[in-house]
């Protein structure tokens, strides 16, 4: 089945600054990369996405970037503020299943 | 905006009760799923269940969980005899038919002792 692979764990950043998560996956497959972003006690949420025949995708601060020979995929968050501080999800869906592999989540902490 | 509730947002166990996770998806969505998270760990897929039955299931939903939509608005997810294992937040999760963004709920966090 298809693995989901996500680095940093942690990431520490001042407001302001950009912060890259990365990810990986393992079945070339996958068609679908959403990323979730989970603040405490609630639900992840979608924040953006990406299909396999997109190389990057941008929604005002937050865009994704896609590698499909390299399998790896990475969200990017300039100018970042306070209230980005939470854990982000990345996911990958192959073809036709629906069912995201979510990767082991970030915990972004933005320092004001 | 509309979104998926979940309820109760924390329920304590015993070992080996039943439990009832209740879940309310957005109104006009066809596929509804159940996933949980261990604490610190990734979200792991459960099952998804489309007009009326299960379409698909892992190897964490085993015999003793059992998913039901008892009427128009309303998907639960049963856990027949808990074990201590079970402990973890229970997502539920819709979207419509076709496309692949799901909308998850806030989670109910199951402690079992």
């Known amino acids: 089945g298809e693995n989901v692979e996500q680095h940093p764990s942690t990431l520490s950043v001042q407001e302001g600054d950009s912060a890259v998560i990365k990810c990986t996956y393992s079945d070339s497959a996958s068609n679908y990369f959403p990323w979730y972003k989970q603040e405490l006690g609630k639900g992840p949420q979608l924040i953006i996405d990406i299909r396999s025949n997109v190389g990057e995708k941008k929604d005002q601060r937050i865009a994704v970037t896609l590698n499909k020979t390299a399998k790896h995929f990475s969200l990017h968050i300039t100018e970042t503020q306070p209230e980005d501080s939470a854990v982000y999800f990345c996911?990958?869906?192959?073809?036709?299943?629906?069912?995201?592999?979510f990767g082991r989540g970030t915990s972004l902490i933005v320092h004001p | 905006e509309p979104e998926v509730t979940q309820t109760p947002s924390h329920q304590v166990t015993q070992m080996g009760q039943e439990v009832i996770l209740r879940c309310v998806p957005i109104s006009n969505h066809l596929y509804f799923y159940w996933y949980r998270q261990i604490l610190g760990q990734k979200v792991e897929f459960l099952v998804s269940f489309y007009n009326n039955e299960i379409s698909e299931k892992s190897e964490i939903f085993d015999d003793q969980f059992s998913v039901e939509r008892p009427d128009g608005s309303n998907f639960t997810l049963k856990i027949r005899s808990t074990k201590l294992e079970d402990s973890a937040m229970y997502f539920c999760a819709s979207k419509l038919l076709a496309v692949y963004e799901q909308y998850f709920g806030p989670g109910t966090r199951l402690t079992v002792t």
């Open positions: 996911a990958a869906s192959i073809g036709g299943s629906y069912i995201p592999t």
